[in-house]
């Protein structure tokens, strides 16, 4: 069963995903521009942005996970982005073995493992940098289909420095952030039961083969497989989102 709601963390979503017993998820993890925070069988980790598929391959019971909005996480964890970019790492590599056991530990104990994570998000949030508005603006702007050039122009930036700031902050540049925004908002389509070619123009893309592509080169699948399994879930009681961090 998979669950999520939008957290009290400003930007973020609280996700959990539950089964009777420890088995690997076939989830497919799309590259969405977001970094997370999750807990897996009491254990925590931390997954970077991601620039291609990535599919769990370790059994997990319970996952509870925070899921920053694109350019939030690394002020909160303390690392520039494009050090995680396409890894799974434990949070101990991070903050230290014993600090991350210990929060694994009162997470763990917690009746609601899931609360207790955004509990203490709440409370390491009030003493780090909040969200950069600039990067904000910049991932807006990209996700409603706006260029690199046109974005870095509304937000008063060069290309050398909106490139610089958005490894730091996205972990890849703005044009790998931009495909893989146009990719999430045709895939938004897909879902909602748009044909190829609409979807692709809609989106952002060349033509529907340009969406093919894309959907390949990012999320490791063909468009008729993932409209198949997109359908699958829908009709199902547990619906995946694209972006699902489920990992281990």
């Known amino acids: 069963m998979y669950e999520e709601r939008p957290a009290r963390l400003d930007g973020a979503v609280l996700w959990t995903r539950t089964a009777p017993a420890p088995v690997v998820s076939d989830a497919l993890v799309v590259p969405d521009g977001c970094m997370d925070l999750i807990w897996a069988d009491g254990r925590l980790l931390v997954a970077g942005a991601d620039t291609r598929a990535y599919r769990a391959d370790t059994p997990v019971a319970r996952y509870a996970g925070l899921r920053f909005a694109p350019g939030d996480a690394p002020g909160f964890f303390g690392v520039p982005a494009h050090e995680l970019r396409d890894r799974r790492v434990p949070l101990g590599a991070l903050w230290g073995e014993a600090a991350a056991r210990r929060l694994a530990e009162r997470i763990t104990d917690a009746p609601d493992p899931a609360a207790a994570l955004e509990e203490f998000a709440l409370r390491r949030a009030a003493d780090t940098p909040g969200p950069d508005p600039l990067l904000r603006a910049v991932v807006a702007r990209l996700a409603a289909g706006r260029t690199v050039a046109e974005t870095a122009d509304a937000v008063g930036l060069g290309a050398r420095q909106l490139h610089r700031r958005s490894l730091d902050a996205f972990g890849y540049g703005p044009k790998t952030?931009?495909?893989?925004?146009?990719?999430?908002?045709?895939?938004?389509?897909?879902?909602?039961?748009?044909?190829?070619?609409?979807?692709?123009?809609?989106?952002?893309?060349?033509?529907?083969?340009?969406?093919?592509?894309?959907?390949?080169?990012?999320?490791?699948?063909?468009?008729t497989a993932y409209a198949r399994s997109a359908a699958a879930s829908a009709k199902s009681d547990t619906p995946e989102p694209s972006g699902s961090r489920t990992t281990a």
């Open 177 to 223: 952030l931009a495909r893989v925004l146009r990719l999430q908002r045709a895939l938004a389509l897909v879902r909602a039961g748009a044909p190829f070619a609409e979807a692709a123009l809609r989106a952002g893309c060349a033509d529907q083969a340009h969406l093919a592509r894309e959907t390949r080169a990012l999320a490791g699948t063909t468009l």
